[in-house]
């Protein structure tokens, strides 16, 4: 059989590979263990992953144009089923397990990945990766301005004056890191994504702490992780990546030239 | 918003000219039979990338392969 034939015969490895991942996790999840139910994901999300970091170039424009659009119903078809999962919960009152907060989790990233996915296909990396910045920026010059006004309406002793002063240093400090950010995105942007997955792991270790014993119910602690750590985690990958294809296409036209 | 354009093409009938199969297009062009069957069924607008390569292939202009339904362009 020749090199053709077989590879018609054959049409995608990845594909046989995926399925057999995905068979072997079900079966494993039965029988063995059910946390081995991740083999199964590995199989189902792992390929398509691979694609999206550009390590796997096993599809046409037109299988990845099939992809996006099974990727949007898939959006629309979870969504929808999250939304009327959540609203049977809520009128039933059948939530007594508390699985209504983790589809509420499943809804919000849904819901997040497509927005952060459109803007940035829209947008650029670059200058979706400056807004969001600006807007972490804002938000937290806005508490500090909260944080003087109150202390002006309050006057007290001097000791208190040090601590506004005090407290004003620190809300700088919060603050300017985001527009520096800002200021880096467009002019180094590895360096930015490098220092964004930083700034997601010093919030994840120092200050969210999401499996440390708390008040709150797990999936709030997950979901509160997910919204602080997301716009880091997703700016800084797509930054990688836009850095990655702008390299690609730089070589590719030194090429032509 | 610009309205969506219907574009009609004549791959097919270069391609039976030339008298090469689906297949060896695709193989050419280096894509999958299938994306050149949508093409050539019209359920499928390929890049400007990709068609450049077909007309290459099939040694013919994108235009003389590709067209607006209408043709008022």
């Known amino acids: 059989m020749n090199e053709r034939a077989w590879s018609r015969l054959v049409p995608n490895v990845t594909g046989f590979v995926a399925a057999g991942l995905v068979a072997l996790g079900v079966f494993l999840w039965m029988f063995v263990d059910e946390g081995l139910l991740v083999v199964a994901g590995l199989g189902a999300f792992g390929p398509g992953i691979l694609r999206e970091f550009g390590i796997l170039k096993d599809q046409d424009e037109f299988q990845r144009e099939a992809a996006r659009r099974a990727g949007y119903h898939a959006y629309l078809a979870g969504g929808l089923l999250a939304i009327v999962i959540l609203v049977f919960l809520e009128w039933s009152g059948a939530d007594a397990g508390g699985g209504g907060e983790w589809v509420g989790l499943v809804l919000v990233v849904l819901w997040l990945s497509w927005l952060a996915s459109s803007v940035m296909e829209y947008w650029g990396a670059q200058k979706t990766t400056t807004w969001v910045m600006l807007a972490f920026g804002f938000f937290w010059a806005l508490f500090g301005l909260a944080h003087v006004v109150g202390a002006i309406r309050e006057p007290g002793p001097i000791e208190d004056l040090a601590e506004f002063f005090l407290g004003l240093g620190a809300v700088t400090l919060l603050v300017v890191p985001w527009f520096v950010l800002a200021w880096t995105v467009k002019r180094w942007p590895r360096p930015t994504a490098v220092a964004l997955f930083g700034t997601a792991l010093v919030l994840l270790v120092v200050f969210i702490r999401p499996f440390q014993p708390s008040g709150l119910p797990m999936a709030s602690r997950v979901l509160t992780t997910v919204l602080l750590l997301g716009p880091f985690l997703a700016c800084g990958i797509a930054l990688l990546t836009e850095s990655a294809r702008d390299d690609g296409r730089g070589a590719s036209e030194a090429e032509g030239e | ?73």
Not at chain 2, 3 to 26: C, F, G, K, M
Not at chain 2, 55 to 69: D, P, Q
């Open chain 2, 1 to 73: 918003m610009t309205p969506r354009l219907e574009v009609r093409n004549h791959v097919r009938r270069h391609r039976r000219l030339l008298d090469i199969t689906q297949q060896d297009l695709a193989d050419q062009v280096g894509v999958t039979r299938q994306t050149i069957l949508s093409i050539e069924k019209g359920k499928y607008n390929p890049s400007v990338g990709l068609a450049l390569r077909i007309a290459g292939v099939l040694g013919a202009s994108v235009e003389s392969l590709f067209e607006i339904a209408g043709g008022d362009a």
